[in-house]
């Protein structure tokens, strides 16, 4: 019961983080309007489905969290 809360804790500052995170680099209106597409697989992503957010040349790229997706991640990472 307790990693439990403590697991729901984490989720409610991840969201947070993420929505000031997505503001401070004017993300934040195509990511809760359905804008935000992962890179790799065309997937709209949601708070529910984001695995990864990287930040390249001062741009964002959103991946989601699909397995095959993260893996591509590392094998594509040109730094
Ligand atoms: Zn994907």
């Not at 990864?52 to 591509?72: A, D």
């Amino acid at each position: 019961m307790k990693i439990k809360r403590e697991t729901q804790k984490f989720e409610l500052i991840f969201e947070k983080e993420l929505e000031e995170f997505l503001k401070r680099n004017g993300a934040y209106e195509e990511f809760i309007t359905g804008k935000i597409k992962c890179k790799y697989c065309g997937e709209t992503i949601t708070s529910d489905n984001l695995g990864v957010i990287l930040v390249k040349k001062g741009s964002l790229m959103f991946i989601c969290n699909r397995l095959e997706c993260l893996g591509k991640i590392r094998s594509n990472d040109d730094g």
